[in-house]
C-alpha cells in the first residue's frame, strides 16, 4: 500500500446516451424530434424488437468495476480498441470527470496530458502561450520562468519565439506543445496517445524524454494505439475491452494477447478434430506454433532473437514426396516472403505414414517490426499438387528495442521496409 | 465531484519514503452536498490571471481599431440616446447635460452587459480546455468578467474627459465608486455562473442574451432617470441591481442629488443573492460539464 501511486478500485463510469451523442440540445433540436416522433413511432410498429432499445434513459458503461494498481517508479500501458474506455480512464483520473462508482486513489501530484497544445491561443505569440499554456497545465509562474529557455531549445523555434503560432507550421506548432509538456514535472504523469505527433526526429526526442521520466523514477499512466511503443516503454500493460480490464500482466504478454484476440489467430493452433483439420489423404495437418530459442510459446519476439515457426503434420497415405512452406505477411498485407523446407534428409524422397514435425528458423535481425501473420501449408512440386494452405495459420508480434544495437539504431521513428536486416557496412575514406 | 486531500500519517505507514508525504487524492462519484471549493480557487490563482491577460491580450487583436472598440461601443449610444432621447423626446435628466447623464450610466452598463454576454458564453467557448485539462470551472466565467475591467477604464477614462468639457468636476463621494463597481461586477457575476452553466446544457441562452440584455438596459435608469418613480416604487426597483449600479454611480460622480441609499442597499441584497445562488447552481452542474459541453 505504501508503495503505491494509484488504486483504482471498482471504478465505473455510466454515460446516458443522449448526454454523449446530441452534445447540446436546442429549441430546434426539440422541434425536429417533434416532428421525427410519429414516424419513429410508425417504425417502431413495424419492428416490435427494436422497441426495447428505444427508451429515452439508455445508457452506456464506458467503464465498469475497473480495479488495477500503479506502483511508484511504474510506468503501466492502458492498450484497447476504440471505445474500450481508454480515454474516459484517463478523465476520470484525470479529473476530468467524475465517476458512477467506484473509487480512485492517487499519491502525488499529477500531471495529465490528455492533448498537446489545449488552451493554445493561434492570435499569441509563441513566448505568450508557453506561459499561458505551463499554467493551465498547473505549473508556477517561477516554475515556468526557470524552464523557459529549456522549453524554447527543446521545442526548436527559438526564432518565431515571438510570431503569433497561428503562422506556425504544423510541425512548429506541435513541437512546442509538446515541449511545454515535456517539462511538466509531476509525480504521476498521465499521457495519451502524444506520441502519434511530429516527424521522426521529434518522437525521438519524445521516446528519450519518456525514458528520462523512468529513469527519474516517476510514475506513469500511458494511454496508447502504439503497440510496439508500449512494450518498449511500459513493463506492465492493463488490456481494456468494453470498460472492463481484461488482462494486466507484463506488456509483452498483453499486447501479444491483444493482437491475437484481434484477429483470432494465436501463436499455437492445434486441431484435435482430424477431420476438421485442413488437408487432404495424403496429408493433414495437426498443430502450429510460433517459439523462441527455448522453444517457449510465444506471441512477441524480440528483432535481434531468432523465431521458429514449427508445424506438426500427419502424413496418412505413404510414398509422396512432400513440402512443407510458409508465407509471411505483414499488417498491411504486404507478402514479405513465402519459403519452403529445403532439408536435404526429406529432399525428394517420398515420405512413410507417420508424424512428422517441420519447423522453420527465421534469424534475428531480420525481419521488421510490426505483426505477422503466418500461412502454411503442404504441397507435392512434381506434379504440382497443393495440399493444404492454412492462411492465417498463427501470427506473432515482431518488437524492436531502444537499445540501439539492432538494425533501428538510434533512430526511434517509424521505418518502413518489410525486412529490416542489420548490414555489414564498409566505409571508404579519402581526405582532400 | 467530492475531492479530499489530506496529508498522510507517516508513523502509520512504516518505513519513510519521500512520496508519502505526498498528499492523497480520492476521487469518487459526487455526493448530494456541494461546497463552493472556494479554496481551491484560490489556489488556482495564477491560471485565473493567465485566462483574464489572455483575454485582455486577444480581444482587439486583428482589429484596425484595437482598444478604441472598449469607447466607441458606450460612446455611440450616447450620441443616439442624446439625439432621440434628450433632445427628440426631452427626457428629463436631473439637471445634468443629458450626454453626461447617458454617458456615465452607459459606462459602467457597458461594462456590465460585456460582462454578462462574455461570461455566459465563456464556458462553451472553453470547450476544448474543459474537456482536456482539470482546474476548478469557476475560473473561466470570473476571468471573463474580471476582463473587462481594463475596458471599463478606458471608457472612464472618456467620461472624465468629458465632465471637464462640460465644466463638471467630480464629488467627493467617487470614492465609493469601486464599490459600486464591484457591485455591478457581483451582479455580472451571478447571473454569468447562471446562464454559463445553463448554456453548457441548451444553447437556447446564447439566442437569447441580445434580447435578455437590451429589455434589461431600458430597465435600467440609463436613459431616463429613477427620480421619474414615485418613492416606495423607486427602492423596490433596487431589485434590479444595476439600477443601484446606476443611480450610485450618477449620485457619487455628478452629485445628483437623489439620495440612492435605500436602492443601492436592495440592489446589494439582490446581487449577493444572485451570486450566491448562481455559484451553488454552477457548483453543482459543473460535474456534468465535460460530458456534456
Known amino acids: ?432 | 465531484m467530492e475531492i479530499k486531500v489530506s496529508a498522510l500519517d507517516m508513523k502509520e505507514s512504516g518505513p519513510v519514503f519521500p512520496e508519502e508525504a505526498a498528499p492523497l487524492l480520492r476521487i469518487e462519484p459526487p455526493k448530494g452536498s456541494v461546497s463552493l471549493g472556494l479554496r481551491e480557487v484560490w489556489e488556482y490563482r495564477e491560471l485565473l490571471y493567465f485566462l483574464i491577460w489572455r483575454d485582455i491580450k486577444v480581444r482587439y487583436k486583428q482589429t484596425v481599431l484595437g482598444a478604441a472598440w472598449a469607447i466607441i461601443q458606450p460612446l455611440f449610444n450616447m450620441l443616439i440616446f442624446t439625439l432621440f432621447f434628450g433632445r427628440l423626446a426631452k427626457m428629463p435628466s436631473d439637471d445634468i447635460p443629458y450626454p453626461i447623464f447617458s454617458f456615465s450610466a452607459l459606462v459602467v452598463w457597458t461594462f456590465f452587459s460585456n460582462a454578462l454576454t462574455h461570461s455566459s458564453n465563456s464556458l462553451v467557448g472553453s470547450a476544448n480546455l474543459i474537456k482536456k485539462v482539470y482546474f476548478p470551472r469557476l475560473a473561466v466565467p470570473v476571468a471573463a468578467v474580471l476582463s473587462g475591467v481594463v475596458d471599463f477604464a478606458l471608457a472612464f477614462v472618456v467620461l472624465l474627459g468629458m465632465m471637464s468639457y462640460f465644466r463638471i468636476a467630480p464629488t467627493w463621494n467617487s470614492v465609493w465608486l469601486p464599490l459600486l463597481l464591484l457591485l455591478a461586477l457581483v451582479t455580472a457575476l451571478g447571473v454569468g455562473l447562471w446562464l454559463s452553466a445553463i448554456n453548457v446544457q441548451y444553447r437556447d441562452v446564447h439566442h437569447t442574451l441580445p434580447f435578455v440584455t437590451q429589455f434589461w438596459m431600458f430597465a435600467t435608469p440609463i436613459v431616463y432617470p429613477s427620480s421619474l418613480l414615485p418613492e416606495p416604487w423607486r427602492t423596490i426597483y433596487g431589485i434590479n441591481p444595476m439600477a443601484g449600479v446606476v443611480e450610485g454611480f450618477r449620485w457619487a460622480l455628478l452629485g445628483t442629488d437623489t439620495a440612492p441609499g435605500p436602492i443601492i442597499i436592495v440592489s446589494a441584497v439582490a446581487a449577493v443573492a444572485l451570486l450566491v445562488s448562481g455559484a451553488f447552481y454552477f457548483r453543482r452542474m459543473e460535474n456534468s460539464f465535460a460530458d456534456v459541453v
Open chain 1, 1 to 432: 500500500m505504501s508503495h503505491l501511486a494509484i488504486r483504482v478500485e471498482g471504478l465505473s463510469k455510466r454515460f446516458c446516451i443522449g448526454e454523449r451523442q446530441p452534445a447540446y440540445r436546442t429549441l430546434r433540436d426539440s422541434l425536429t424530434d417533434a416532428l421525427a416522433t410519429p414516424f419513429r413511432r410508425a417504425w417502431k410498429l413495424f419492428n416490435r424488437r427494436s422497441s426495447d432499445a428505444e427508451g429515452s434513459k439508455e445508457t452506456i458503461w464506458a467503464l465498469k468495476d475497473v480495479s488495477f494498481q500503479v506502483k511508484h517508479g511504474e510506468i503501466l500501458g492502458v492498450i484497447g480498441r476504440n471505445g474500450a474506455g481508454k480515454s474516459t480512464l484517463l478523465k476520470i483520473l484525470s479529473r476530468i470527470t467524475p465517476p458512477t462508482g467506484g473509487f480512485a486513489e492517487i499519491r502525488g501530484r499529477v500531471g495529465s496530458l490528455l492533448e498537446v497544445g489545449t488552451g493554445f491561443h493561434p492570435e499569441l505569440s509563441g513566448r505568450e502561450n508557453i506561459y499561458l499554456n505551463s499554467a493551465i497545465l498547473g505549473m508556477k509562474r517561477a516554475e515556468i520562468g526557470r524552464k523557459f529557455d529549456e522549453i524554447i531549445a527543446f521545442a526548436e523555434v527559438e526564432k518565431f519565439i515571438d510570431t503569433p503560432v497561428k503562422h506556425y507550421s504544423s510541425g512548429m506548432y506541435l513541437r512546442l506543445a509538446f515541449s511545454v509538456a515535456a517539462h511538466l514535472e509531476p509525480e504521476i504523469l498521465i499521457v495519451d496517445e502524444v506520441l502519434a505527433v511530429g516527424d521522426a526526429s521529434f518522437q525521438k526526442k519524445c521516446l528519450n524524454k519518456m525514458e528520462d521520466v523512468r529513469k527519474h523514477g516517476r510514475t506513469v499512466l500511458f494511454v496508447s494505439h502504439n503497440l510496439p511503443a508500449v512494450t518498449r516503454l511500459c513493463g506492465r500493460a492493463v488490456l481494456l475491452e468494453e470498460g472492463t480490464v481484461l488482462q494486466d500482466g507484463p506488456s509483452h504478454q498483453v499486447v501479444g494477447n491483444y493482437l491475437s484476440s484481434g484477429l483470432a489467430t494465436t501463436a499455437a493452433r492445434e486441431w484435435p478434430d482430424p477431420s476438421r483439420a485442413p488437408g487432404n489423404h495424403i496429408v493433414r495437418m495437426r498443430a502450429i506454433r510460433v517459439h523462441t530459442e527455448d522453444g517457449e510459446t510465444t506471441d512477441v519476439v524480440d528483432i535481434r532473437k531468432p523465431v521458429a515457426i514449427e508445424m506438426e503434420y500427419e502424413v496418412l497415405q505413404p510414398g509422396h514426396v512432400l513440402v512443407p512452406c510458409m508465407g509471411f505477411e505483414n499488417e498491411e498485407g504486404i507478402l514479405a516472403f513465402v519459403v519452403s523446407d529445403r532439408d536435404p534428409e526429406w529432399r525428394r524422397r517420398p515420405r512413410p505414414k507417420g508424424t512428422f514435425r517441420s519447423t522453420a528458423w527465421i534469424p534475428g535481425n531480420f525481419l521488421a517490426e510490426g505483426r505477422l501473420i503466418v500461412g502454411a501449408g503442404v504441397l507435392t512440386e512434381d506434379p504440382f499438387i497443393i495440399h493444404f494452405d492454412e492462411n492465417p495459420a498463427v501470427s506473432f508480434l515482431v518488437v524492436d528495442s531502444l537499445d540501439a544495437d539492432s538494425a533501428r539504431g538510434d533512430y526511434a521513428g517509424r521505418l518502413p521496409g518489410v525486412v529490416r536486416p542489420l548490414l555489414q557496412w564498409t566505409t571508404a575514406f579519402r581526405t582532400y
